[in-house]
């Protein structure tokens, strides 16, 4: 790959994509703006030699031994964490009957991912990604393992809660990054967007058992038991990351400092269009629509009268949406038009928010959440699949920690100021104007999507040429036609 003169800590960026002759099959051209001599060669990426044969179509990436792996101990162990999920909100709710603190807990325990995650993402692209994740993994499972203990006891206070919630907030800073990154090195670029739909698949299946087991369990036992169960389910990821046998990865050059790596991270994202516009939307839903989640205690209680078995039912209701729709890309076989349909999920997302908002029977509202989590994660796994295809590895980590600050840093904003707002307009004027700023913001995206069409596809040919892998239907037949494209 020809390269003109090396600018400074920048991957390559061409200034169009390659094109085709008129009834060629053969590549013609190729400009680049851009390069660096740190831009990863085909060595540094997975070689498609090395990967199994594709599976069939929904379920090739779990073909990988190595994703099997992770796959089953996740899903075992996500299904103990959404148990924690609900049984932690339902105890704030229960020790105090407050939205304030219900959001208040909710933003400890979020907040440390939107200001640690830039740390987070560097040391994903400068240390091994594997050992990471194994840590991060241990240390969520003694976390809960205490907050069992402080519950059981009956020593628990709310403080308790939001500092553990803080704790585990810095855990994630680390470990969503790292483990996101680390999917690329499971399974090669081939089946990426699979293994991000089938692990979206698996967190949101999770979250249909977890919170169902947590309503049943919370109503009869208490909150402590789901803790403890959600610890002990970390013994499974663990064993499995364990278990796994990875290649050597290469070791990514260290010259330049933290800070210097981090700053990188950011001005990539920010003068890549793209990678700006989709960050930006995640962003934006995850400030205003996702903290419908938080109020979720006081619909179920308050407004449907349904109790924990409500909540419970409710949360699984939002999960088994979130399911289908990590399904439906875990379905799809190539990348064209995924930025159409990250727009129009986050627009279907508010308007299923809205009227989520003025339902007053609990069985449509627990199906008009199953539409919701559609769309919510539709827009989040488009998202997730779009930028892994953009971003070169150097940057990968730097960039999905972006994605993580955008996705989860952002929530905890949105709670503390959407419980303010609950307090004195009540949840359902609150869940009604996020939606409304969903779908504002989705309109906007989607004006825009003619113009980054182009951008797009010239980043995502960069990142197979330098795989060495062939252009697909990603190779140009000219400009982009109205319609095609992410």
Not at 46 to 54: F, H, K, Q, W
Not at 97 to 102: A, I
Not at 163 to 182: E, W
Not at 218 to 238: P, T
């Amino acid at each position: 790959m020809r390269s003109i003169e090396p600018a400074r800590n920048y991957p390559a960026v061409p200034t169009r994509f390659v094109r085709r002759s008129p009834g060629e099959d053969k590549i013609t051209s190729l400009s680049v703006l851009e390069t660096v001599p740190d831009v990863e060669s085909p060595s540094r990426a997975v070689p498609r030699s090395a990967a199994p044969p594709r599976g069939p179509g929904v379920l090739r990436a779990l073909t990988h031994r190595n994703f099997q792996l992770f796959f089953g101990g996740q899903l075992i162990s996500l299904s103990g964490t959404w148990m924690q999920t609900v049984a932690q909100s339902w105890l704030v709710y229960r020790l105090t009957g407050s939205s304030v603190l219900l959001g208040t807990v909710a933003f400890a325990s979020q907040i440390p991912v939107f200001l640690l995650s830039p740390i987070g993402g560097t040391l994903a692209d400068r240390h091994n990604r594997h050992r990471i994740v194994i840590t991060t993994q241990i240390s969520a499972m003694l976390l809960a393992a205490i907050l069992a203990v402080l519950t059981l006891t009956g020593r628990i206070q709310v403080w308790h809660i939001a500092v553990m919630g803080t704790l585990l907030g810095v855990v994630n800073a680390f470990d969503i990054p790292a483990r996101q990154s680390f999917l690329v090195e499971m399974v090669g670029r081939d089946d990426l967007m699979n293994a991000i739909a089938l692990n979206s698949s698996m967190f949101n299946g999770a979250r249909v058992i977890g919170p169902a087991i947590a309503g049943i369990l919370v109503a009869a036992i208490g909150e402590g038991w789901c803790f403890l169960a959600n610890s002990v389910s970390y013994l499974a990821v663990i064993a499995g990351l364990l278990l796994m046998r990875l290649p050597p990865r290469h070791r990514p050059d260290r010259t330049a400092s933290t800070l210097e790596s981090i700053v990188e991270g950011f001005r990539y994202a920010r003068r890549t269009g793209p990678i700006r516009a989709l960050l930006l939307l995640v962003g934006l839903v995850s400030l205003v629509g996702m903290p419908y989640t938080v109020l979720m205690p006081v619909f179920a209680d308050a407004i449907l009268h349904g109790g924990a078995k409500g909540l419970g039912i409710l949360m699984g209701a939002t999960g088994l949406g979130a399911l289908f729709g990590a399904l439906t890309l875990a379905n799809r076989d190539g990348l064209k038009g995924l930025g159409s349909w990250a727009a129009a999920a986050a627009a279907g997302f508010g308007a299923a928010l809205m009227l989520f908002s003025v339902s007053r029977w609990f069985w449509p509202s627990a199906v008009i959440l199953i539409a919701t989590g559609f769309c919510m994660m539709l827009q989040m796994a488009c998202t997730n699949t779009l930028l892994q295809s953009m971003v070169p590895d150097r940057l990968r980590g730097r960039v999905m920690a972006l994605y993580s600050m955008m996705f989860m840093g952002m929530a905890p904003f949105g709670a503390l100021f959407a419980g303010l707002v609950a307090s004195r307009l009540g949840a359902p004027i609150t869940v009604t104007t996020g939606g409304a700023v969903c779908v504002i913001g989705a309109g906007l995206f989607a004006s825009r999507l003619p113009r980054l069409r182009t951008e797009a596809r010239e980043l995502i040919l960069a990142q197979r040429m330098i795989a060495a892998e062939p252009p697909e239907e990603m190779i140009g037949r000219g400009a982009p036609r109205e319609g095609e494209g992410g």
